[in-house]
């Protein structure tokens, strides 16, 4: 991509017209935009060959005959940018038929400079975006470790487990809830000489202190009430492999005694046994607690602390990566309808909503919107973002009821979008009529199908 703004480009300008060449070439120019003009159909190919717009403003009619049918025939060879195309008025077959053969949109001359300025910065901002996520659809690279991201703390995170994978280092990840904590840890096993053995996650905050000491340790038959048999831990379960000791700072202190001599001696006694047993597992850790604090203030043993943090790995909060959201979304969706794509308006509302359950929200929501989609439909849209985060009318989680946040502008915004869903309903699709229908201008529909993500 070029370093021009998201809302300016290289625009191509085919018209035969001497004096809308200069006009609206001036015009889109002033606007910031790199224009080329072009006057027939050979040319506006030349052009297009050398000057590799990001966009083309196309008036059908060519010469030498003004046939608008050699206009038509040129949309197909323009592959791959977003083509507008400039109608006279009653041409509305014409242009329809041209949105058929690929057109993104068309404008009816004489053309209204609001009109122009909006449409050729929504095509360029909305191409753009679909650019992004065919780049990113097929960046997914094997080097990734399963970690997906590629900010700048993304990119260093996979770099420290890479170095620290195959080393026997206790290592604990700390993280936010929903950060990918458990991903570092199985990539830590992935990339470590251990990869062959079992990976075993204990969810220590699930779990009574007798319950996680069983569980962890195994019990001997009779060894309490229900204990029929006896019952390896799963350090035994680990042996030869990873021990991923998830939330451990909910541990209950007197299991941290028996985890620090299974740390230090590798050995342990199982519930209700008389022996010491050995068991050969790496042990990983992470939590979303401040463990320094609970050091601090003693419910966290300070000589298990410093034993789990042989390497401390920090996974990020998805606001402090918030460029990696639309790959992630991206990535999510491909992973239950491979065809779906978002809507810009989907994209837009992803990209500026708080995401406090981070990755794990987000893949959630986008995973059911995915899975909501109906089988005619090829983009996850905003609709279907709400209805699967169910917040549709909660005003606290949706971005969308600018300017305010009230219950009031939420039940508005609902309103207005019904209206205009019905009115366009009603006029089939014709922006211009559902306008007229509503009492606003078809500028004033378009900003407000845009604010509402209905475009
Ligand atoms: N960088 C990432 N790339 C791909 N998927 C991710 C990433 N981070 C998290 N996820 C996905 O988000 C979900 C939550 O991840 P994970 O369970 O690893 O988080 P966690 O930090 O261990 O959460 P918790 O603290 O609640 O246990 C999983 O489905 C995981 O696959």
Known sequence: MDNSTPETGRVLLVDDEA?????????????????????DGDAAMAAFAQQRPELVLLDLAM???????????????????????????GEHDLALRAVELGA??????????????FVVARALRKSRLEAELVRLRSSQGSDELGLIGQTPPMQQLRVMVRRVAPTRVSVLVLGPTGTGKE???????EGSPRRDGPFVVVHCGALSAELLESELFGHMKGSFTGAYRDQPGLVEAAHGGTLFLDEVGEMPPPMQVKLLRFLQEGSFVPVGGRTQRQADARVLAATHRDLEAMVRDGSFREDLYYRLKGVVLRTPALAERMADVPLLAARFLKGVAPQARFSAGALAWITSREWPGNVRELKAIVESAGALMLPDQQEVDTELLHLSAGDSLD?????????????????LNELERRL???????????????ARQLGVSRVGLIKKLTRLGLR
């Not at 609206?24 to 003009?37: A, C, D, I, T």
């Open 104 to 117: 993104w949109d068309f404008i009816t001359k004489p053309i209204d400079p609001d009109l122009l300025r």
């Open 395 to 411: 005003p606290r989680r949706s971005p969308e009821p600018a300017p305010g946040t009230g219950v009031l502008d939420a039940a």
């Open 19 to 39: 004096a809308f060449q200069r006009l609206g070439g001036n015009f889109l120019r002033s606007l910031g935009h790199e224009v080329n003009v072009a006057g």
């Open 420 to 434: 205009i869903q019905d009115a366009m309903m009603a006029a089939g699709g014709n922006q211009s009529e559902a």
């Open 63 to 89: 010469p030498p005959h003004m046939d608008p049918e050699h206009g038509l025939e040129l949309i197909p060879r323009l592959a791959g940018v977003p083509v507008i195309v400039l109608t006279g008025h």
């Open 183 to 189: 991903l570092v840890a199985r990539a830590l096993h």
